[in-house]
DNA sequence: TATTGACTCTCACGTTGCGTGAGACCGTAA
DNA sequence: TTACGGTCTCACGCAACGTGAGAGTCAATA
């Protein structure tokens, strides 16, 4: 396919895709004699892949980076889309709230706090990092803190999100077998999500489920999402290393 | 409140105020005999709307003509909001759908099109809406749209099926003249049909029908129904404008 | 065959919406 | 009165393209 028709598909510019080509991001698979570029079906993969990204705020630096790295595993990839797509329809569910509170508040009908006026519009005030020294202590935070700082805050507040979605999901699965299939799926989100931030072969993965009960103060935090979800997701954990592990 | 309350109240940066103040889109009320600007409850509620905008994608000049318009009515600016908002989820839900799609889809579960796996993606950049807002206003397009987006699930199914009745219903007739009994009649239930959703005068609706054929993206999806679909549309859209303008 | 007219290419500068210091002043708490 | 954090005004930097300019390409048509 020739630029143009790669641009009315996907609705973005050919300056645009001229752009992606300058710096490497997209690099069309083959060009004709005269140098008209050539996007195959793989560039096209490709380019959803950034158009997924793009959207969910990521510099295109930080995207060429996820999408250019050999351990990128479109699979999981795509489930962490889900999950942040997820909780950007969270964060607008709270924006229509908030929009419907004002126009309430308009009609004098209840009164809003200058807080409750802005809920849903706060993206750079990030809460991840608090939450996770909170949650995980200081030593994994700075761990993975290379990663993390190397972000725009709009990552970071998307990650952080993200992560919650995750806990609200597994802790609306806790009363199901821990090798159920959805508990299984879920706590695969959990994996892609952690090897977002680190780096973590099956067995450091099944060891940090078990940190997650014997610690008790990440048992606390855990469980703010719902009572037993540590040991849940601990054994979540082990089934999972034990099926992906060689 | 100073600067820093409100950045901290609203999470957006000193730096975004102090841009938002030179370029004259929010002026704080009043200043110390330091020079430290003071915000006062309007700017903030002013800031909100600025902020409900940015959050659509429009530009800060686009934004300043809004807010800054005599007839900008914050009650219908509010309702707006909440049905672009709406429209924005709904895009959003999309998109999921989309990636769940992928997923499937990298499962070897079902095939997509190229078009399918861009679906959701063509935000702003929509030419059937540029193009309408172009011809026939903002105003127009808006408050369908909201119409739309105010709808429930269920409704805009609905909508949508009642949409494709009346196609299949002119894509049967096709073969007969555009200005016969039948196909006026049906081209009426169009009519009807759009102005359910917006305000369609004759010669908005004739219009309309010549889009049909000049944009090949719209003579490709109503095509769809039968080979020609658009060309005898068009045509009788413009008999029955003819017919029934003044 | 020549000529359109639509498509593509590569520079290269312009624009938007801020980020990021630098250097100076303000305000209050110890 | 000294420290220390908040605020001010320049002013340059940067990402992600937009927007021509000028030139080559390609298929259809006169």
Redesign the interface.
């Known amino acids: 396919m020739k630029v143009r028709e790669v641009a009315?598909?996907?609705?973005?510019?050919v300056r645009t895709l001229h752009h992606y080509d300058e710096i490497g991001l997209l690099v069309p698979d083959g060009t004709t004699e005269a140098g008209y570029r050539l996007y195959s079906?793989d560039n096209?993969?490709m380019l959803?892949q950034i158009?997924?990204y793009r959207?969910l705020g990521f510099s295109l630096k930080a995207i060429k980076d996820i999408v250019s790295d050999p351990s990128f595993n479109?699979?999981e990839a795509?489930?962490l889309?889900?999950s942040l797509?997820?909780e950007?329809?969270r964060r607008?569910?709270d924006?229509?709230a908030t929009?419907?509170k004002?126009?309430q508040h308009?009609k004098g009908e209840i009164t809003m706090t200058?807080?409750e006026?802005?809920k849903g519009?706060?993206?750079?005030?990030n809460p991840y990092e608090e939450e996770a020294r909170r949650r995980w202590g200081n030593e994994a935070v700075d761990k993975s803190n290379a990663k993390v700082a190397g972000m725009s805050k709009d990552e970071q507040t998307a990650l952080g999100e993200a992560v919650n979605e995750i806990y609200r999901k597994l802790a609306g699965l806790r009363t199901a077998s821990p090798d159920s299939e959805q508990a299984q799926e879920a706590i695969g989100e959990w994996y892609a999500m952690l090897n977002r931030m680190g780096s973590y072969p099956p067995q450091a993965f099944k060891g940090l489920g078990q940190m997650y009960v014997d610690d008790e103060r990440f048992t606390a935090s855990i469980d703010q999402f719902g009572e037993g979800l540590a040991v849940f997701m601990r054994d979540a954990m082990a089934v999972f290393a034990d099926r992906h592990g060689q």
Chains 1, 2 share one sequence.
Do not use: C, P, W
């Not at 009315?8 to 510019?13: A, H, M, V």
């Not at 519009?121 to 005030?125: G, Q, V």
């Open positions: 009315d598909l996907t609705g973005i510019s079906d096209l993969a959803q158009l997924f959207e479109r699979r795509l489930e889309h889900r797509l997820i950007k329809r607008l569910d924006m229509i929009v419907e004002t126009i308009h200058n807080e006026k802005f519009f706060d993206f750079s005030r």
